[in-house]
């Protein structure tokens, strides 16, 4: 099995000015912070990152500076999805120039893609960027709308994708995420997406995940993997329903626009979010503040 990561990586919030151009002065304090809270990684450019909101230019100055920022003390995995695939195949070539560990992708989807043959060959255009990077594709159909089968992708894309170490999973279905697991001698590294399920998806076989939620209190989750390596599941069980409280707090909100309020609660200033997502009112704020100190989250996320 390809096995190169383990652990939580931070699905990495983009620093903004007021003006919701990038901040690239704060991403080394950010950076330095979640490595201080004990990710284990980087996922820039993604959706929590709101690349598919940023010119191929600042996702090109956004990945350098996380790369920069990184030092080589974490993998940076970057985000190169894009509906034009050819903008995507010089995003990875660019990840390739700047030293990042790994490329990912999600799917066009403005025109979807309607058959697996078809996935498989625009992945394998991107990933011609840069072969010499693992290839980790993006599966997110609550965002693409492909709810093709992954098992079947993996199976195929093998023959036409020589850099495909695997995937990162981002739904809920777990037999599923299993079954990718397990293919080929668990050849496939499958990341798992979804913070709420981390402890099931531990249960079926996932070694490292990639999350939103890992910017804001990535010692509770390492608290949870903890736990489930000892073996100890009563722990575990609260550890995930900590999280399970976190998450239908902050849904309730805009999410993106309540991950950088909570960061900057945390004293990590990041800035808004850029349109089409939204921020928070001050009575919104105020709320979610509140709802989150009554789930004791400001002591247990540190």
């Given at each position: 099995?390809?096995?190169?990561?383990?652990?939580?990586?931070?699905?990495?919030?983009?620093?903004?000015?007021?003006?919701?151009?990038?901040?690239?002065?704060?991403?080394?304090?950010?950076?330095?912070?979640?490595?201080?809270?004990?990710?284990?990684?980087?996922?820039?450019?993604?959706?929590?990152?709101?690349?598919?909101?940023?010119?191929?230019?600042?996702?090109?100055?956004?990945?350098?500076?996380?790369?920069?920022?990184?030092?080589?003390?974490?993998?940076?995995?970057?985000?190169?999805?894009?509906?034009?695939?050819?903008?995507?195949?010089?995003?990875?070539?660019?990840?390739?120039?700047?030293?990042?560990?790994?490329?990912?992708?999600?799917?066009?989807?403005?025109?979807?893609?309607?058959?697996?043959?078809?996935?498989?060959?625009?992945?394998?255009?991107?990933?011609?960027?840069?072969?010499?990077?693992?290839?980790?594709?993006?599966?997110?159909?609550?965002?693409?709308?492909?709810?093709?089968?992954?098992?079947?992708?993996?199976q195929q894309a093998?023959?036409?994708?020589?850099?495909?170490?695997?995937?990162?999973?981002?739904?809920?279905?777990?037999?599923?995420?299993?079954?990718?697991?397990?293919?080929?001698?668990?050849?496939?590294?499958?990341?798992?997406?979804?913070?709420?399920?981390?402890?099931?998806?531990?249960?079926?076989?996932?070694?490292?995940?990639?999350?939103?939620?890992?910017?804001?209190?990535?010692?509770?989750?390492?608290?949870?993997?903890?736990?489930?390596?000892?073996?100890?599941?009563?722990?575990?069980?609260?550890?995930?329903?900590?999280?399970?409280?976190?998450?239908?707090?902050?849904?309730?909100?805009?999410?993106?626009?309540?991950?950088?309020?909570?960061?900057e609660l945390q004293?990590?200033?990041?800035?808004?979010?850029?349109?089409?997502?939204?921020?928070?009112?001050?009575?919104?704020?105020?709320?979610?503040?509140?709802?989150?100190?009554?789930?004791?989250?400001?002591?247990?996320?540190?």
């Amino acid at each position: 099995m390809v096995d190169r990561y383990r652990g939580i990586f931070a699905a990495a919030l983009t620093p903004m000015k007021s003006d919701t151009g990038l901040d690239l002065d704060r991403v080394g304090p950010l950076v330095e912070h979640l490595l201080s809270q004990g990710v284990r990684g980087l996922y820039v450019c993604g959706s929590t990152g709101e690349g598919i909101s940023l010119t191929s230019g600042e996702r090109r100055e956004l990945a350098a500076e996380f790369v920069q920022a990184a030092g080589g003390r974490v993998p940076v995995l970057v985000q190169v999805g894009h509906n034009s695939l050819a903008e995507a195949q010089q995003l990875a070539e660019h990840a390739a120039a700047i030293g990042a560990a790994a490329i990912s992708a999600a799917c066009p989807s403005y025109f979807k893609i309607d058959s697996v043959e078809r996935l498989v060959e625009s992945m394998a255009m991107i990933a011609s960027g840069a072969p010499e990077l693992p290839f980790y594709y993006y599966h997110i159909p609550s965002l693409t709308g492909n709810q093709l089968s992954m098992p079947l992708f993996l199976q195929q894309a093998t023959e036409r994708i020589a850099n495909l170490a695997g995937m990162k999973y981002t739904t809920t279905e777990l037999h599923v995420f299993q079954r990718c697991c397990e293919l080929q001698s668990r050849r496939f590294e499958v990341l798992w997406g979804v913070d709420e399920m981390l402890l099931g998806a531990l249960s079926v076989g996932a070694r490292a995940a990639i999350g939103s939620t890992y910017n804001i209190a990535a010692p509770l989750y390492n608290r949870l993997m903890d736990a489930f390596e000892a073996g100890d599941w009563e722990a575990a069980r609260g550890y995930q329903l900590s999280s399970v409280e976190l998450v239908e707090i902050i849904s309730d909100y805009p999410f993106h626009g309540a991950l950088k309020r909570i960061m900057e609660l945390q004293g990590v200033p990041i800035g808004p979010c850029r349109l089409p997502q939204a921020g928070l009112s001050a009575a919104e704020a105020k709320e979610m503040e509140q709802r989150l100190r009554e789930i004791g989250f400001f002591d247990w996320s540190r």
